[in-house]
Nanobody, 126 residues
Framework: QAQLVESGGGLVLAGDSLRLSCVHS????????LSWFRQSPGKEREFVAG???????YYSDSVKGRFAISRENARSTVFLQMNNLKPEDTAVYYC????????????????????WGQGTQVTVSS
């Protein structure tokens, strides 16, 4: 049903910044919890940052203070601003959406997410 398309990845040096974008169609951004996940070779896909329909945001400890998630409802787009990138941030980044209308503090489990984009590669070299 929902379609998510990520863009903005690339090859950067440690300390650089990137801004990822995810265009969401088929669902209404204002009604959905939207999050970013990432996966590197040999590792499980992990939660990075998310934003609830009420605007609340949540970040994994590894990116707090460096990454910021935001949404632009008029363009059906969610962003991930990534600052001070580190080599350990290297991964394929995916945006994903919960099908329902999640609330509370349990909206960040990847098992809840039904719709996923194809991913965009972020590579940070040192």
């Amino acid at each position: 049903q929902a379609q998510l398309v990520e863009s903005g990845g690339g090859l950067v040096l440690a300390g650089d910044s990137l801004r990822l974008s995810c265009v969401h169609s088929g669902r209404t951004l204002t009604r959905n919890t939207l999050s970013w996940f990432r996966q590197s070779p040999g590792k499980e896909r992990e939660f990075v940052a998310g934003t609830r329909s009420d605007g609340a945001t949540y970040y994994s400890d590894s990116v707090k203070g460096r990454f910021a998630i935001s949404r632009e409802n008029a363009r059906s787009t969610v962003f991930l601003q990534m600052n001070n990138l580190k080599p350990e941030d290297t991964a394929v980044y995916y945006c994903a959406s919960i099908a329902g209308y999640c609330s509370g503090t349990s909206c960040w489990d990847r098992r809840l997410y039904s719709y996923w984009g194809q991913g965009t590669q972020v590579t940070v070299s040192s």
